[in-house]
């Protein structure tokens, strides 16, 4: 085989193949850098897409507290009482302006209620006159504050509610009307 | 398979494997390198002006709480509350409004509420002394007296200390002990000796009062 290899016609067909695998290892080795390239750049991607949902949470965190301070500042200059619905304590805090009135116990919170009820600003759109004391308040016609035998009609029975003690609902039904702002804290 | 054809597909390969690696690094399916980077930089922006933003409105909201003690009046429940930072440092049983009626033969009626709304202790009194007002003998069926008639003044039945809240009003003591927790007075609010005394020593002329 050696023999062969010297052979002047095996010479002459031999320089063109070493020129050729000298240009595959080439084109070899690129596609290696450009492979290497891509990895990195995946790396970054990932890093950057990562930091992105980061930011993204962080941006609405950031957007639901400047409408919460937002409301409060209105709150503030207003004269009304108000309420703040914190459903994660199971707490209202009856307020008015920047004091602190009355903790109130969340008794009871209808299933779904977080899914189906916007955190945010709600108004007190009705107040049911329940026969026997069985009052209630029906808010931006989303949800219901009510005490354990509240008596609420249709269309609104079916709305997600809320039960408090009766003596903390009374605390604040009479001297209320509709209007009144809540907030729900997510 | 000759020498060519081998070479050929190789070549071939390499040119597809650098074609994918060319367009995973420049992200074909998905925004580019560069359009993530200017989506990150833009929502760090947008996080740092939010929380700019709100750090100026929890200042503007913080300058408004002054870390004064208040009181608060729960007419309803006769309740009274003394606050301080959103913080209960006492809570009293009161005596609030009767939400009664009365009317005199002349006419004049009186309607026994306590008020509602805001309001700031205007002084301080010790061992006050009620002035009977007309009220006081028509709800008696007695004689109206002239309003300076020496029998007007009562001492000892509003307890040691009065809270002056404006318009006649106070936050003082009661004879009337047992029936603390109802509505019972002619729309002052009455609280036990003890808590009075509490609730005196605790407040300044200028405390603010919440009853609703």
């Not at chain 2, 009220?135 to 307890?159: K, Q, T």
Request: hydrophobic share 40%; with cysteine; net charge positive.
């Amino acid at each position: 085989m050696t023999a062969l290899h010297r052979t002047p016609l095996n010479k002459r067909c031999a320089e063109p193949r070493r020129a050729l695998r000298l240009r595959l290892l080439s084109a070899l080795a690129l596609v290696l850098i450009i492979l290497c390239g891509a990895a990195f750049a995946d790396d970054e991607r990932d890093a950057l897409m990562e930091r992105q949902r980061t930011l993204k949470a962080r941006v609405a965190a950031l957007q639901r507290e400047q409408d919460y301070l937002m409301f409060l500042q209105r709150m503030y200059e207003s004269d009304s009482k108000y309420l703040v619905l914190d459903m994660k304590k199971k707490t209202a805090h009856l307020r008015y302006k920047n004091r602190l009135l009355k903790d109130i116990p969340l008794k009871e919170i209808s299933p779904g209620f977080g899914r189906k009820v916007k955190a945010g600003e709600h108004a007190v759109t009705m107040k049911i006159e329940g026969a026997k004391e069985r009052h209630a308040l029906v808010l931006n016609n989303a949800f219901v504050l009510k005490w354990k035998r509240s008596e609420v009609p249709r269309p609104h029975a079916s709305l997600p509610s809320i039960v408090v003690l009766k003596k903390d609902l009374f605390s604040f039904y009479y001297t209320i009307g509709p209007g009144m702002m809540a907030y729900v804290l997510e | 398979m000759n020498t060519d054809t081998y070479l050929r597909s190789v070549l071939l390969l390499i040119a597809l494997l650098a074609t994918a690696a060319s367009r995973t690094a420049s992200g074909e399916s998905s925004p580019s390198l560069g359009e993530l980077r200017a989506s990150v930089a833009a929502l760090g922006g947008e996080a740092a002006r939010l929380e700019e933003e709100n750090r100026g409105l929890r200042a503007m909201l913080a300058q408004q709480e002054d870390g004064d003690v208040y009181i608060v009046v729960e007419t309803e429940n006769n309740r009274l509350t003394l606050r301080q930072n959103n913080t209960v440092l006492h809570t009293a049983v009161c005596g609030t409004g009767s939400r009664k009626f009365i009317e005199a033969e002349t006419g004049t009626n009186w309607f026994f509420e306590t008020p509602m709304g805001s309001f700031s202790v205007l002084g301080k009194e010790r061992n006050p002394v009620w002035i009977r007002p007309n009220w006081s003998y028509v709800e008696e069926n007695m004689p109206i007296p002239p309003a300076n008639d020496p029998d007007r003044i009562v001492r000892g039945v509003l307890g040691k200390y009065a809270l002056l809240l404006g318009n006649g009003y106070k936050i003082h003591g009661t004879t009337w002990t047992k029936l603390l927790g109802t509505h019972f007075t002619h729309g002052c609010v009455s609280l036990g000796d003890a808590d009075l005394e509490l609730v005196y020593s605790t407040a300044k002329i200028g405390t603010k009062v919440y009853l609703y």
